[in-house]
């Protein structure tokens, strides 16, 4: 009994990292990581697309606090081929992405938007 619990357990954390991945992007955005300990606000943001390029917003809240979000993407975003253009802007081909902080909280809303750039 105590190896069909193992198993099972082993099988359930295998089927729980897909899922944990799928979510790990701001939402229009699958080149952006969502960092930990936020989670995605649904239903909040748009995405288009023009001649001119995509135009994505996405919000994301969190127990974390502007230092910590700014830190993360700067570590992470050049991994990916994103240059940090200023304070909490990103540029990458011909896009730019935005990382703002909205008023309030906690816990910490933070807006990406992303458009050509």
Known sequence: MTRLL?????????????AARADGFVAGMDD?????????LDDAG??????AGRVVESYAYGVVTEAEVLAFYDETLP??????????????ESELLRIEFLVGGPP??????????
């Open 79 to 92: 991994q990916l081929g994103w240059q940090a253009t200023g304070l909490g802007s990103y540029g990458r």
């Open 32 to 40: 952006v990581p969502l960092m930990p300990g936020l989670t995605l």
């Open 6 to 18: 193992a198993g099972l357990a082993v099988l359930l954390l295998v089927l729980a990292v897909p």
């Open 108 to 117: 910490l809303t933070i807006r990406f938007f992303l458009s050509p750039g």
């Open 46 to 51: 748009m995405a288009f697309d023009d001649e």
